[in-house]
């Protein structure tokens, strides 16, 4: 295509490929990325531009592998970044915002972003069917998109997925291939199919295009800091793409001259019960163990991850940090940011939540500093965690009548001061 502005390149040797479904270098076997002719983006974008289009992700399109003919016309992205003073006030920062993508367009997870441009693309090198492994989130947006885009889906997933995860992916009409393994066995499954088959996986050989969505969440943030760059974000790692592409969107942003150089901290959160990235970031590693995963955040349970040495790359050099928490510290940072700021996130928001909280309290993150946390899928999601903990006041019911409600009133305040009281005696 003659406006086309991109290509693929390995990550390490260099060398350059024409756009094609392929993520393997042929020569090094490294994973290829879409690299751009930054010196003629930089005459054709600007501030303005960007800021006068629809508030989606498409109005950064000269920063995306968007083929030439294609016109995306779906309103994917552009969610909320909103302040968070309580939340804020309970964890020790000052300066919080939460980029909500609980709230993406059309299946209420950031993946929705990467599943727009890979689809743009499987449209264009000429793919009728589009699959995907996935741990939850990317099955619901293959298979949403797909639907609308006119694609059969072939959807591959862990057996142990949660309801509405599964669910949510077969009401589009997609086929939804359960298999008894973890993660990493769906992946490995897929990656033999895609030599089999001519489809179209987003995560496999359309892998490179997939991954640049996730920069769209990195421009957001920028544009709606005002056009600046904050001084740390708090990101939930799985394959570790999304973190590595936020700082691939910072770095353009610097290099297109669209906001000031700026040191940006990045921190990596994952769930204890699945923790290669962050497990060698805190024993100064530069090797990941891969790791059995154990942990209700399913959609974070990648115990090999494909981008994890890139991801621990980007985190070392920023200055920055990862950890993580354990599954009850999870919960309870769902129920935290949910009461707080009327956000109710999945497990991985949960992950996120818990462990910026963590890192404030080690003082890796200070409370005057501008802080992001990215909230990247959806509480309804994930319900099953929550049940016990609201299960005995579900199950109670009152006539409709005054008198009962007074009586139930009574009894809720007599509980509520016994309970202070009992707190009184124990100081
Ligand atoms: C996939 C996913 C992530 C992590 O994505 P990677 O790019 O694989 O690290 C984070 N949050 C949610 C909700 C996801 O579904
Ligand atoms: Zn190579």
Same mark, same amino acid.
């Given at each position: 295509m003659g406006t086309s502005t991109y290509q693929l390149r390995c990550r390490e040797c260099g060398k350059t490929y024409a756009n094609q479904p392929r993520s393997i270098c042929e020569s090094c076997f490294s994973p290829l990325e879409v690299t751009y002719d930054y010196d003629s983006l930089r005459a054709h974008v600007s501030r303005d531009a960007f800021a006068s289009r629809a508030p989606n992700m498409?109005? $950064?399109?000269?920063?995306?592998?968007?083929?030439?003919?294609?016109?995306?016309s779906l309103p994917v992205g552009f969610t909320p970044l909103t302040s968070a003073p309580r939340l804020g006030e309970k964890i020790g920062s000052r300066r919080l915002f939460i980029k909500n993508d609980a709230v993406c367009l059309p299946t209420l997870s950031f993946k929705d972003r990467v599943v727009a441009v890979a689809l743009a693309n499987a449209r264009s090198f000429g793919f009728e069917v589009v699959a995907c492994s996935s741990t939850g989130n990317l099955a619901n947006s293959v298979a949403a998109q797909a639907a609308r885009e006119g694609f059969k889906?072939?959807?591959?997933?862990?057996?142990?997925?949660?309801?509405? +995860?599964?669910?949510?992916?077969?009401? $589009?009409?997609?086929?939804?291939?359960?298999?008894?393994g973890s993660y990493d066995h769906v992946n490995r499954l897929c990656s033999q199919i895609a030599d089999e088959h001519r489809w179209g996986f987003v995560n496999v050989n359309l892998r490179p295009y997939y991954a640049e969505g996730s920069k769209?969440?990195? $421009?957001?943030?920028?544009?709606?800091?005002?056009?600046?760059?904050?001084?740390?974000?708090?990101?939930?790692?799985?394959g570790g793409s999304l973190i590595t592409k936020i700082k691939k969107a910072f770095d353009e942003l610097i290099l297109l001259k669209l906001v000031d150089p700026k040191p940006? +901290?990045?921190f990596g959160a994952q769930a204890a019960g699945c923790s290669p990235i962050s497990t060698a970031i805190k024993q100064y590693s530069s090797e990941i163990e891969p790791q059995r995963p154990k942990t209700i955040a399913r959609s974070l349970a990648i115990g090999n991850p494909a981008d994890g040495h890139y991801a621990l790359q980007a985190i070392n050099k920023s200055g920055g940090w990862a950890e993580d928490i354990t599954d009850t510290e999870v919960v309870e940072s769902i129920q935290l940011l949910a009461e707080s700021e009327g956000v109710f996130t999945e497990?991985?928001?949960?992950?996120?939540?818990g462990t910026a909280? +963590?890192?404030?309290?080690?003082?890796?993150?200070?409370?005057d500093e501008t802080t992001v946390i990215c909230v990247t899928g959806n509480g309804l999601k994930t319900t099953d965690v929550l049940v016990d903990k609201y299960r005995s006041s579900s199950e109670t019911a009152i006539a409709p009548k005054l008198a009962e409600f007074e009586a139930y009133l009574a009894s809720k305040a007599s509980l509520s001061s016994a309970v202070t009281e009992t707190a009184a005696v124990g100081r």
């Open positions: 498409w109005r $950064y399109r000269e920063l995306l592998p968007l083929p030439a003919e294609s016109q995306p889906a072939w959807i591959f997933i862990p057996s142990d997925l949660e309801p509405a +995860k599964i669910l949510g992916t077969q009401v $589009y009409g997609a086929e939804v291939v359960r298999i008894n769209t969440v990195g $421009y957001e943030i920028a544009e709606q800091l005002g056009w600046r760059l904050p001084d740390n974000v708090v990101v939930p790692m799985a940006v +901290k990045f497990t991985a928001g949960g992950v996120t939540v909280r +963590k890192l404030i309290h080690q003082d890796r993150i200070l409370p």
